[in-house]
Structure formats: structure tokens, C-alpha cells
């Protein structure tokens, strides 16, 4: 994955011009300006296809990592089952205000991880966002749901191949395409 995504303002949905006077005109927002965004949220929704192909969407924890989007659950929650049947998902942090913030999307394939090493390096990222009580001494996440009480849960990675970004301050309004 590059270490910056090619990035595009789509102007068709993006404020091209201000009418009030001395408004600023819409321009792209950087890359790092929005994964900082999806870090800094408490939480995520990710949103899995059911086998039937209807949406599922549910709030998860999740961290950054070396460039890649990692999240827990449980191994029978819905989103596991779909993730099994259909790997692509979009993992999104929305503000819920029309005329201020932004709201970020990322589109990927979800991985489950099983690299020992690794999962202990997404611990550590965990409990570095969200403290120690994320997991349990045995290095396991816990807490959340019934899979979490046992000490069991499956950790996913999503590298992201396209985001989106769309951003709402005062009246200029943006609609920024990162490809990876």
C-alpha cells in the first residue's frame, strides 16, 4: 500500500465556489487529516453483506495499524459469519451533523488475522486507544458480548483500497476520493 493514496476532490459534489462573499473554495482533504479522524473515533460502524445480500451495520472498537484498519468480534457475531461468506466491508466514522465535520469511509477486503506476533502488536494499538481494560491478562480481547467473556474473539485487518471523505464547514462542502 503507498504511504499517501492518490487523492481527488469530486467536484460534482463539492461546493465549487461559495456564493457568500469571501468564502472559501472546497479542496481535498488530506488523507492523513482523515485516517487521524477514524483513530481519534471512540467508534466505528462496519458494514458487512448478509448471504442474502442485504446490508448488516454495527458499531465496532477499531484501531489503526501500520496502515491497515483492524476490529474485533466475536467469532459467531453476524459480521464474522458475513465476513466468512463475503470479505468486503467499509468501516465508517460520521459525525451526524449536516452542516459541520466530515464523514470518512474506508472500503477493503477484511483478513482475519492469525499471526501470533501480530495480533499482539494490534493488542498493544488497542490498548494504547482505548487502555488496558480491552483485554485481558492473557493477551486476549474480552468485555464486549458473550464471545469477549470467554476470552475469545477474531481480530480482523482491512487495508484500505478506496475512502471517502465527506466534509460539511461552513457551507463549503466536499467529497474527497482516496485510492490506494
Same mark, same amino acid.
Given at each position: 500500500?503507498?504511504?499517501?493514496?492518490?487523492?481527488?476532490?469530486?467536484?460534482?459534489?463539492?461546493? !465549487?465556489?461559495?456564493?457568500?462573499?469571501? !468564502?472559501?473554495?472546497?479542496? &481535498?482533504?488530506?488523507?492523513?487529516?482523515?485516517?487521524?479522524?477514524?483513530?481519534?473515533? %471512540? $467508534?466505528?460502524? =462496519? /458494514?458487512?453483506?448478509?448471504?442474502?445480500?442485504?446490508?448488516? $451495520?454495527?458499531? =465496532?472498537?477499531?484501531?489503526?495499524?501500520?496502515?491497515?484498519?483492524?476490529?474485533?468480534?466475536?467469532?459467531?457475531?453476524?459480521?464474522?459469519?458475513?465476513? &466468512?461468506?463475503?470479505?468486503?466491508?467499509?468501516?465508517?466514522?460520521?459525525?451526524?451533523?449536516?452542516?459541520?465535520?466530515?464523514? =470518512? /469511509?474506508?472500503?477493503? /477486503?477484511?483478513?482475519? #488475522?492469525?499471526?501470533?506476533?501480530?495480533? %499482539?502488536? #494490534?493488542?498493544?494499538?488497542?490498548?494504547?486507544?482505548?487502555?488496558?481494560? $480491552?483485554?485481558? &491478562?492473557?493477551?486476549?480481547?474480552?468485555?464486549?458480548?458473550?464471545?469477549?467473556?470467554?476470552?475469545?474473539? #477474531?481480530?480482523? !485487518?482491512?487495508?484500505?483500497?478506496?475512502?471517502?471523505?465527506?466534509?460539511?464547514?461552513?457551507? /463549503?462542502?466536499?467529497?474527497?476520493?482516496?485510492?490506494?
Amino acid at each position: 500500500m503507498p504511504a499517501h493514496p492518490t487523492t481527488e476532490l469530486d467536484a460534482r459534489y463539492s461546493s !465549487a465556489v461559495n456564493p457568500r462573499p469571501g !468564502a472559501e473554495k472546497a479542496t &481535498a482533504t488530506a488523507w492523513d487529516d482523515a485516517r487521524r479522524q477514524t483513530q481519534d473515533a %471512540e $467508534i466505528l460502524q =462496519v /458494514v458487512t453483506v448478509r448471504p442474502d445480500g442485504r446490508p448488516h $451495520i454495527t458499531p =465496532v472498537i477499531a484501531v489503526w495499524h501500520d496502515g491497515t484498519l483492524y476490529f474485533s468480534t466475536g467469532p459467531q457475531e453476524q459480521k464474522a459469519k458475513n465476513l &466468512a461468506r463475503n470479505r468486503h466491508c467499509a468501516l465508517l466514522s460520521a459525525g451526524g451533523v449536516l452542516t459541520e465535520g466530515r464523514d =470518512v /469511509v474506508v472500503e477493503g /477486503v477484511a483478513a482475519q #488475522v492469525h499471526d501470533p506476533a501480530l495480533l %499482539e502488536e #494490534v493488542i498493544r494499538a488497542y490498548e494504547a486507544k482505548y487502555g488496558a481494560h $480491552i483485554t485481558s &491478562a492473557e493477551g486476549t480481547f474480552h468485555g464486549i458480548g458473550d464471545a469477549f467473556r470467554e476470552g475469545q474473539a #477474531v481480530v480482523f !485487518a482491512v487495508a484500505p483500497a478506496t475512502a471517502y471523505g465527506f466534509g460539511r464547514d461552513n457551507g /463549503v462542502y466536499t467529497h474527497t476520493r482516496w485510492t490506494f
